[in-house]
């Protein structure tokens, strides 16, 4: 069986540059994206590497390259995602016709005195040639941007500027010679911008929390991808919600596979052994936090209720969420879809966010965190839809959303925890 292999990169803090230079959403798209990987995709935790700030220096990144590298097999899906700045520097190799190589800029590269580690195009492409010589799935994504100008506050513009040293100032290039990528398969590459626009990072204003405005939407989609659902309409769904950001940034797609499932077929959440059952026992004991969820579903521009819960397969979804706990309660949603496949709603990797008494938490109506349903691709055609159930799990403390997609239900009950479901009924159309 094929397995699934991917590296997170996330930068904030460049020491080799001005406090202009610094990043705040880097990291957290990161974690975020190896987050949704887990829990949405069927990578194994153990599969996702990681690399934030200082973790992520040229050296790291080349060898977790390398380590990816050797560790794929025929079949395998490779991912490599990198939320930081880009910049250029001077060709090296003489195969730019504008004199210069794109890069993606480490922890540790800096400017002017300073050694340039940048990580340039072409190493990407040396490795990406090598991988695919094993297995033709290789999907990069960067949220980074390489040219334009310099973009008006709020935004925070995810590049620094290019190293135009002579190539006698800069390191001996680290590629042996130049490989045509595009005479064989090539990676699927999805990047932010185009090359004469800037990346920029959305302020909390807009996202909660400061995120880059690609990885923000990109991941949103990734999140919700239905079963059998391609790259290609992944990413328009992307450039759909980015296009409601007023950013002149137009995120670009290419390569092989465009037309093909994401990931060979999304597996969306802990699947078979009984996990939604399980799950559904612990929400059939009493409730000791008095937990409300009201459901609701997008028709016409409006939200309306819910009531009885009835979708149509791909319903916006929104769910309203509260309790009566004297104190602030974690919360997590799950779906126990219709083929006992669980899948975490809320929160993702960065969330684990307490609900105070009274307060009402919504997920669902926020840029980014749409909610959709789906019918399994495997379920029978004359089996037009059936009954799953939203579980609302609450505790005093943090849960482990790995044990919750597990079903290890067990262990969490020790602590204190109340779990409430809604069963609601989904049919194809």
Known sequence: MSRRLALAIGIDRYPGFGPESQLAGAVRDARTMA?????????????????????????????????????????????????????????????????????????????????????????????????????PHVTLIFDCCHGGTL??????VKRVPPDLRPIAELPPSPVP??????????PLVATACRDHEVAVELPPSIAGVARGAFSFHFIAALRQASPGETWRELFERTMRALAADPLDQHPQLSGDGLDEAVFGGA?????????????????????????????????RGAWRRASPPSFVAGDRLRVDMSHGHARALFVYLLDVGLTDTV????????????????????????????????VPDDLPQERGGGVGHLLLVASEGRLSTARLLSGSVEALTDSDLSVIAIPYRLRRS
Not at 177 to 186: L, Q
Request: aromatic residues 6%.
């Open 267 to 299: 597996r969306r959440g802990a699947r078979g052994h009984g996990v939604g059952r399980r799950l559904l026992a612990v929400a059939g004991r009493p409730d000791a936090y008095g937990l409300t969820m009201k459901l609701f579903r997008r028709r």
């Open 35 to 135: 987050g949704v990987l887990v829990e949405r995709h069927g990578f194994a935790p153990a599969d996702v590497l990681v690399l934030t700030d200082e973790q992520a220096t040229r050296r790291a990144v080349l060898d977790a390259l390398a380590d990816l590298r050797l560790r794929a097999g025929g079949g395998d899906h490779v991912v490599v995602f990198f939320s930081g700045h880009g910049s250029q520097m001077t060709d090296r190799e003489g195969d730019e016709g504008d004199g210069l190589d794109e890069t993606l800029v480490p922890y540790d590269s800096g400017r002017d005195d300073a050694d340039n580690r940048d990580v340039t195009d072409d190493e990407i492409n040396e490795w990406a040639s090598r991988v695919l010589e094993v297995t």
């Open 151 to 156: 973009q008006r506050p709020p935004w925070r």
């Open 343 to 374: 899948t975490l709603l809320f929160p993702d990797v960065d969330g684990h966010e307490a609900l105070d008494d009274g307060a009402i938490l919504t997920v669902g109506a926020r840029r980014g965190d749409a909610l959709e349903l789906f």
């Open 177 to 186: 010679r130049r490989r045509d990528v595009e005479a064989g398969p090539r």
